[in-house]
C-alpha cells in the first residue's frame, strides 16, 4: 500500500516563497509519475507538475511554469515542489499523487493519478 505524506504548507505574502516535500513509501512498481495537485474551495482539482522517477523533464501547468519547480530525491523517495513568486490564486489545498508506470510521457496526464496523499494548506495572500 502506497503511502504518500504531504510536508511544508503554510501561509506566505505574495511574492514569497514555499517549499513542499512528499515522501513515498510501500511502493510496489520500480517506475513511476509523482505529481503535484492543487484544489482551491469552488474548483476543481488540477495538475501543477509532475515528474518521472528516472529523471525526465517534469510537466508544469501553464498557470506555475517559470515560477513553481518539481524535483526528487530517489535515494529519500521524496518529491519536493519550490514555489516562488506565490500569487494569491496559488492559495489550496496541494496533494502528491502517483502512479506506476515505465512511460515518463504520462507524467502530464493528469487522470492517470492512483494513489493520494492527504495534501497540505498552502496560503498565498
Known amino acids: 500500500h502506497v503511502q504518500l505524506v504531504e510536508s511544508g504548507g503554510g501561509s506566505v505574502q505574495a511574492g514569497g516563497s514555499l517549499r513542499l516535500s512528499c515522501a513515498a513509501s510501500g511502493y510496489t512498481y520500480n517506475r513511476n509519475c509523482m505529481a503535484w495537485f492543487r484544489q482551491a474551495p469552488g474548483k476543481e482539482r488540477e495538475g501543477v507538475a509532475g515528474i518521472y522517477s528516472e529523471g525526465s523533464a517534469p510537466d508544469y501547468a501553464d498557470s506555475v511554469k517559470g515560477r513553481f519547480t518539481n524535483s526528487q530525491d530517489n535515494a529519500k523517495n521524496t518529491v519536493f515542489l519550490q514555489m516562488d513568486s506565490l500569487k494569491p490564486e496559488d492559495t489550496a489545498m496541494y496533494y502528491c499523487?502517483?502512479?506506476?508506470?515505465?512511460?515518463?510521457?504520462?507524467?502530464?496526464?493528469?487522470?492517470?493519478?492512483?494513489?493520494w496523499g492527504q495534501g497540505t494548506q498552502v496560503t498565498g495572500s
Open positions: 499523487a502517483a502512479f506506476g508506470t515505465v512511460r515518463s510521457y504520462l507524467c502530464g496526464s493528469w487522470s492517470r493519478y492512483r494513489d
